[in-house]
């Protein structure tokens, strides 16, 4: 059993995350994690930030995935995961305090838009326990930025 602490980080934490660079956000390769063994169990990424969305809620973890863009041919595209087999994963606690950036609202129906018209990143916060519900619902593409071995934030990327 994956055993890690969900201990929060405190503020002075929170505010000494790095500001760390984002990935291409509609990126048609997946993104690497050199130096990572995914052949001894599952765990967290480097730090740094991740294109990819969350595939397990579990009480003391969340297991996610990198994405990819794959353009369609009737249509602008659609983010897609590893191929079935495939043991590109990691698992980390959410920080007490995560930051979530939803792209559709903190509520149950998560109807309208909340989004930069800029990066189409969601730019609503709201709390952790939404993004867990969320997270249960449906695959959320977004930017999941790991810090110390904890997802410290999480920004929904706007898809239609």
């Known amino acids: ?15 000494a995350v790095p500001d760390f660079p984002n990935p291409k956000i509609f990126g048609a390769s997946f993104q690497r994690d050199p130096g990572h063994d995914f052949t001894k169990r599952i765990s967290p990424r480097r730090d740094g930030v991740l294109r990819g969305w969350i595939t397990y809620v579990g009480s003391r973890h969340v297991e996610y ?21 495939d043991v590109t994963a990691y698992a980390s606690p959410v920080a007490g305090d995560v930051v979530y950036l939803s ?5 149950k129906a998560r109807a309208g838009t909340t989004v930069s018209p800029k990066t189409g990143l969601g730019v609503k916060r709201c709390s952790r326990k939404a ?3 969320n997270a249960k619902k449906s695959r959320m593409p977004g930017l999941i930025t790991v810090y110390k071995g904890k997802i410290v934030k999480f920004q929904e990327i706007y898809t239609p």
């Open 65 to 85: 995935e990198p994405i990819k863009w794959k353009r369609a041919k009737y249509a602008e595209g659609y983010f897609v995961g590893p191929p079935e087999g």
């Open 131 to 133: 993004l867990l519900a």
């Open 103 to 107: 792209a559709f609202g903190c509520g």
């Open 1 to 15: 059993m994956f055993a890690l602490a969900l201990a929060g980080t405190t503020a002075a934490e929170a505010a």
